[in-house]
């Protein structure tokens, strides 16, 4: 089963910076698209980014300009790379592949990860 692995969470400052890693494992056939999202205490759930198969990205309005994904297609890793970090992007950030583990799967499924705590506060 594919299975996703997210680390990198932690503790920083107001306007510092943290990376977010997504490490995917198992047996893939086709990588549709994959994002992070993020639930802060007592919110729903919501997308912060995605990037495709190929290099499409698309961000979350609040954080466009601050944070920006990207894979390393090789090492079946994909990253967050946070920047001027705000006390509203504290939140549990989860990990999501959206795919198909194989040609006899019609439709992609969804692939989540068990989240990583990030805390931005001063």
């Known amino acids: 089963q594919v299975q996703l692995a997210e680390s990198g969470g932690g503790l920083v400052q107001p306007g510092g910076s943290l990376r977010l890693s997504c490490a995917v494992s198992?047996?893939?056939?086709?990588?549709?698209?994959m994002g992070w999202y993020r639930q802060a205490p007592g919110k729903q759930r919501e997308l912060v980014a995605t990037i495709t198969s190929g290099v499409g990205t698309n961000y979350a309005d609040s954080v466009k300009g601050r944070f920006t994904i990207s894979r390393d297609n090789a090492k079946n890793l994909v990253y967050l790379q946070m920047n001027s970090l705000e006390p509203e992007d504290t939140a549990v950030y989860y990990c999501k592949l959206r795919g198909r583990r194989t040609r006899l799967e019609a439709l992609p499924r969804d692939y989540w990860g068990q989240g990583t705590q990030v805390i931005v506060s001063s």
């Open positions: 198992g047996s893939i056939f086709a990588i549709n698209v």
